[in-house]
């Protein structure tokens, strides 16, 4: 079974070819990947989230697309954003001293 993670850009609910795949990968039935471990005619997913990075778990609505020889479906998710406290800091330099204007306490 193959599986795409696609952006639902204009959140219609359906995958466009226009629309960015964030993540694509292959699970067969019965194979480490597939959580339920055995062949049974099904595949069971588990999506990870560690890279905190990852373009595949920003706030957005998706569409993941899971595909065989003989059927597609598409099943529609959301990540939302998590309300935090956000700060920046650090110090901004023409490459040998710091820039006018700023100082190291600036948001
Ligand atoms: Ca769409
Ligand atoms: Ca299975």
Redesign the pocket.
């Known amino acids: 079974m193959f599986f795409e993670q696609?952006i639902?850009?204009?959140?219609?609910?359906?995958?466009?070819a226009t629309?960015p795949v964030v993540r694509a990968f292959r699970v067969t039935d019965g194979s480490f990947y597939d959580t339920d471990g055995v062949a049974n005619g099904q595949v069971t997913v588990q999506l990870n989230s560690h890279d905190l990075l990852g373009r595949d778990h920003a706030p957005g609505n998706y569409?993941m697309k899971a595909t065989t020889s003989a059927d597609k479906t598409v099943y529609p998710f959301a990540v939302t954003a998590v309300s935090q406290a956000q700060t920046l800091s650090g110090s901004l330099t023409d490459g040998i001293s710091q820039l006018p204007g700023l100082s190291p306490t600036s948001r």
């Open positions: 696609i639902d850009l204009n959140n219609n609910g359906s995958a466009e629309e569409l």
